[in-house]
């Protein structure tokens, strides 16, 4: 490399370096109940194609604008071009709608009466997929993964006047992502969720865990159980947990490294539960710090082939769902969008929901605990991981990490997935085992499963059993599967003479059937495409899965029709994976009402 080439090198990194302020990415629980100032709304923007980050040798982040005539600048924020946040950049631009890149945000604010004796944090609820946040010209970090929360400190950069957030995202799929290159999801890009200026004491409580300890569930004296973890440099020593409705105000002692654990005995509990959705008001007070949540209290356990509520068998009558508004074709990212499909959910008659194939957002988390629905999630290990790389492991603890910190707390969050449809190779189940060990370490209030796919490759089997001999099933408390036998291979008749075995005594979960139907689209049982097909198959495949010895539950695949680039067949699909049982306009098939039928037995 010459000296110029080494020279321009070095002053790169001393810019960068000057620029870069590490800000330690903390976890920030509940933000919706901290003082927050939204940064929701219209953001400007500046495409960068080339994923350089900057134009004409400048970086995008520094926010350069020409002052002077002469001043030369390659790139600018002020043209009036925007992008709603939160938000996909597919559906809010036609020269957008399957840009895949960098795309560089930008929102300015002031902020009166910055408080001496409070810090403050950017918090963004997700961006798709990997994410630059930078603030005042100076980049504070970078988050990989496009479901999840994160937050950076800015107290030390934050002025009264012409604040400005510049937040890089990048929507590229590499193979050494989670997920990989290929799903049958749309690759929706950019910040996702919401964007909030949050204001927190000097010292305060980031996160908190708070559960039943299920070992005293069957005592008269339950026991819940709790840790709760404080930031900041001067530590209370005490911090006060407040139940009112159970007259606790307990007093509990903080360690030198900000963490708390504590037991709570309570007599006159009462447990959450579908029926019985109870939340309670829980307040925690630490120095000047105060945080206050509603939290249900439950077991969830199995017992052989049964899986256990509160100690009580419970069949989790399902549905899988992605995390998209169909009526809008965006990224779900509102209360709306939660209560619309949650209702869909709730008429056809379930008490449990697959939110596949990636944590969704967190308001519907918190609705379904409210609503009394059960819920299954995960991360997208799904098709083409690599397995064998150590980085990818990282990220998924990672990942996994900040989705638990997110969700530890939420009564109807009974069951962590680790994968969908992974081949059984030798450094799948080491990686995915891994993971389930890594879960359990963190969080012992739920049930570990993974959706696997059965022995035998083909379809068309001759054999009449099904086999599911995954070695990653020793590692899960449910045995789950998908299983489309009359859709990709076989008719749905051939679902008359076949049967199950999955070689352990656990709890089954049938975690996808189904087929394609355009709503509105009419013929007979053997059209593809049409209504009375897909209802014909639902009503074959019910029939076959409920003789399933050990059958705990089920999540046909898929509440509502769902944008798929791998989905494009002509005057069909057009973009759209077709399974829903409700089309992307709101109306249901006729499979929605075979379904809900064999609800209303269970
Ligand atoms: C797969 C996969 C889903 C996909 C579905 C389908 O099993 O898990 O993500 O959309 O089947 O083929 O429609």
Redesign the pocket.
Known sequence: MTTQKHLFMFFLVICLSISYTQAQEIFISNTSNRTCTSLNGKWQYVVDAYETGGMGGMPIFKNYEPKEKSDRVEYGFTSGRTLWVPGSWNIQKPELSYFEGSIWYRKTFNKENIAKDKRYFIYVGAANYKTTVSFNGKILGEHEGGFTPFSYEVTNLLQAKDNYVIIGVNNSREADYIPSKVT??FNHGGITRDVKLIEVSKTFINNYFIALDKSTLHLKTKQIKGKIQLTGSELPEKVNVIIPELNINKEVTVNKDGDTEFKLDVKKLELWSPENPKLYDITLTAGDDKISDEIGFRTIETKGKQILLNGKPVFLKGICLHDENPLRKDRANNMEDAKLVLSWAQELGCNFLRL??YPHQEKIVRLADKMGILLWEELPLYWGIQWGNPEVLKKAKAQYAEMINRDYNRASSIIWSVA??TAPTEDRTKFLSELADYIRSIDDTRLISA?CKKDQEADGHPDSVYTYNDPLMKKLDIISF?E?LGWYGGFPEECRNKSFKAGLEKPIIVT?FGGGALQGFHGDSLTRWSEEFQEYLYKESIAMFDKIDGLAGMTP?ILVDFQ?PLRQLPEIQDGW?R?GLISEKGYKKKAFFILKKYYETK
Do not use: M
Request: proline share 0%.
């Open positions: 049958d999801w596949a194939h969908n449809e959706a998908n489309y996808e695949w798929s994976n399974k």
